[in-house]
């Protein structure tokens, strides 16, 4: 999961991380004109010189990388770790270069200091001392040498490029560490902050195509349009005064995006009205994340992501619910204008990979009246937090379920640990991933950005997610009769799943490997199926059941947070 934080800046002698915008002119190449019926002459070229290697940014992504890195690891590590464990990226693009360290030699009175060299076959084409263990320069500027000194002898490395050079040192760096630390290059970076963050510049509609005519198909939560009263089932007759008849949807679509607080002028025509006009500004849009309906009687709110409006959007679905509409827009059948009670609620996490920790604890914010929802514990002290509630229960109440599967991670784990800690939620279906630790964001002067795990998280009962994952009160992967038998238990107030759930929430950190496999076997991760919806419909129509398995897990004063 990711935490985002203000922009980082150092000041003085330290780098300022900066996104550095290069632009290349390409020409076209000139061909000679013949002319007609002369043969042509073949003249020899010139080879093409080697592209040359970007040692001032390489330097400058190093120095800012290692200065991120260093106070924030889960682990302490020196400068020196991080360059040794990086530069077998160069192996990795091309495996005829040998990156050996050479320990300290004392000789015949002579003092021979600790070396590292590059060698390719019997060749050796670079070698330079050691600096200090902490020497965050001196390594900067170590590897950026040991970099164009392979980018000079080999022509793998100058063919994969600086970009790749990069991506391997780091890769290498992270395989020494977890699983979730990352370095993104340029180009992906931008990527994933459009997915994190939405893109510059449009009002929040998807499009589709009726006929000749372009439909709205649906309204992001997080757009303006939405905020505009914008409904799906609404044709757009026109963007700025220009006519949708006979255009695409993407071409429409394109019509709509421009630069972030411009204006753009929608004509929308309901069925049996005339068209109106509607004046939107532009805005970044998160992508919606979140997708109500209703299930019987039933609010159903499907989670995909945990994006930076996630919890936004849920609070808007939970207005309409307890005010006079159901989320897909049909009447409640109750008096308008009084909020009410849902007769339930369903989250659904199952495939939800998770996202951006503080939205995971806004959202569980949204249904508890108070309480811890997740603590996360690192060695900076800026990465200690105990992620506290406190405003109230949107929903009264309602019964709550969750629904997960072996795809659950990270933010969504956060979100159903929360939520059943707190005796609030049901979450039915089998083990979650296990991913319990947080990443932190570092822009890289070269546009990039590196993902560090710097905390891990602890649920509000004191256990610990990375690897356990979380244990469901009803378990749906052990098989259609086991599934039986435990729903027929908990109608009669017993809850089979409890040892499993109590044996989860004793766990403390660190926890060993194979204590980690016997607690998760008790209900296999799975994908989710069919009969998790079922389950939840059936735990939100018995109280009795709903009961036994809310009280499966530990009061949380016989639990200590620590």
């Known amino acids: 999961m990711i935490l985002l934080l203000s922009h980082i800046r150092e000041t003085a002698c330290r780098p300022v991380f900066i996104l550095s915008l290069v632009t290349l002119a ?26 040359a290697f970007s040692a001032g940014v390489t330097r400058d992504v190093l120095v800012a990388a290692l200065g991120f890195l260093a106070p ?38 002579q003092h021979t200091p600790e070396t590292v060299t590059l060698t390719r076959g019997q060749k050796l084409f670079f070698k330079r001392s050691l600096p200090a263990d902490n020497n965050r320069t001196g390594w900067a500027d170590l590897v950026t040498a040991a970099m164009d000194s392979a980018w000079t002898h080999s022509s793998t490395i100058r063919e994969a490029g600086d970009d790749a050079l990069l991506q391997g040192f ?43 005519s372009i439909v709205v198909t649906a309204v992001n939560a997080n757009g303006p349009a939405w905020e505009a009263g914008v409904d799906m089932g609404q044709r757009l007759i026109s963007v700025n005064g220009k006519s949708t008849h006979g255009q695409s949807p993407d071409t429409v ?3 709509l995006e421009g630069n972030e607080r411009t204006a753009v002028s929608l004509a929308l025509a309901s069925k ?9 500004m532009r805005a970044q849009v998160p992508p919606e994340t979140v997708f109500a309906s209703t299930v019987d009687t039933y609010t159903l709110l499907k989670i ?11 609070s808007q679905y939970l207005d309409q619910v307890v005010e006079d509409d159901t989320p897909d827009g049909s009447s409640s059948g109750q008096p308008t204008g009084k909020a009410k009670r849902p007769a339930g609620i369903i989250i659904d996490l199952r495939g939800d990979r998770g996202g951006v920790l503080q939205q995971a604890v806004t959202a569980a914010a949204l249904f508890l009246d108070h309480g811890v929802a997740v603590t996360t514990h690192g060695r900076d002290p800026q990465a200690n937090h105990i992620w506290a509630v406190q405003g109230g229960d949107m929903t009264s109440g309602a019964p709550i379920v969750i629904l997960v599967d072996g795809r659950t991670a990270s933010a969504a784990e956060i979100l159903a640990a929360a939520l059943a800690d707190h005796r609030r939620a049901v979450v039915i279906g089998s083990e979650t991933l296990g991913k319990g630790l947080v990443q932190v964001i570092g822009q890289m002067p070269n546009g990039g950005e590196l993902f560090v795990t710097w905390s891990r998280n602890q649920a509000p009962l004191g256990w610990p997610i990375q690897g356990l994952g979380v244990m469901p009160q009803v378990c ?28 989860a929430r004793a766990a403390r950190y660190p926890v ?51």
């Not at 749906?476 to 044996?503: C, F, W």
């Open 26 to 51: 390409l020409g076209a190449p000139v061909r000679p004109v013949l002319a007609q019926g002369t043969p042509p002459v073949s003249t020899p070229t010139a080879p093409e010189a080697a592209p």
């Open 272 to 280: 049996g009205k005339r068209p109106a006009t509607l004046k939107i």
């Open 253 to 255: 679509q394109s019509w």
């Open 304 to 314: 995909t992501s945990f994006s930076t409006q996630t919890a936004e959007e849920i």
């Open 476 to 503: 749906t992967s052990r098989g259609s009769d086991d599934l039986h038998t435990q729903l027929e238990a908990l109608k009669n107030g017993n809850a089979p799943q409890a040892g499993a759930v109590q044996m």
């Open 512 to 562: 060993p490997v194979a204590r980690i496999l016997d607690i998760r076997r008790h209900c296999p991760a799975a994908i989710g199926t069919d009969a998790d919806m079922d389950t939840a419909r059936f735990m939100l129509s018995s109280a009795s059941a709903y009961k036994a398995a809310l009280e499966a897990v530990p009061d949380e004063n016989t639990a200590p947070l620590h």
């Open 170 to 212: 780091f890769d290498e760096l992270f395989n020494h560490m977890d699983p979730y630390s990352r370095y993104l290059g340029p180009t992906p970076a931008v990527a994933d902050r459009t997915r994190r963050t939405g893109q510059s510049g449009t009002v929040g509609l998807t499009l589709g195509q009726q006929g000749h």
């Open 72 to 109: 924030r690891t889960l682990d302490a590590h020196s400068p020196r770790e991080f360059c040794i464990w990086g530069l077998d990226g160069l192996t990795a693009i091309d495996p005829t270069i040998i990156v050996t360290t050479n320990a300290a030699e004392d000789h015949d009175g």
